[in-house]
């Protein structure tokens, strides 16, 4: 359970075209051990979606304990994120696009806050996972 209050815990669900999500979530449970109420669903867009829809959804109400769920999703306009914002207005859902292993280990290390903060944790660690290495080196190599 990785010391984690799972009646408090937002739950999480990560959406991706291929097997990127599940290699984000096993990767993660590598790191930080066994997660609770986090499932990765993938999205095939050559077949019909209504069975990713359907996971979706039974996904969203199975792991809204009462702090709602956040959705993580590869990328914005992609069919995972469009099916995925679909859920709001449905479920206490949140939905952020461009997960990345920075992004989700933040959010699985951040689970007892509300979900609002927790959706703008995602997007801030996000964003500061993306570096140009060869710019902080050379920054390095100069000092």
Do not use: W
Not at 46 to 55: E, G, K, L, Y
Not at 79 to 105: D, I, K
């Amino acid at each position: 359970m990785n010391g984690q209050n799972t009646q408090d815990q937002i739950g999480i669900i990560i959406i991706s075209h291929g097997d990127l999500s599940s290699s984000i979530l096993r990767t993660a449970e590598k790191i930080l051990g066994p997660l609770n109420d986090c499932v990765s669903i993938s999205v095939d867009v050559a077949h019909d979606t209504s069975d990713a829809v359907r996971r979706i959804n039974s996904a969203a109400q199975r792991l809204d304990k009462g702090k709602g769920v956040l959705i993580l999703t590869d990328m914005f306009g992609g069919t995972p994120a469009n099916l995925a914002l679909s859920l709001l207005g449905h479920y206490n859902v949140e939905v952020v696009t461009g997960v990345n292993l920075p992004m989700a280990m933040k959010v699985f290390s951040s689970r007892n806050t509300e979900l609002d903060k927790l959706a703008q944790l995602a997007e801030d660690a996000g964003k500061d996972g993306i570096l140009l290495a060869g710019n902080i080196l050379q920054k390095k190599s100069k000092s």
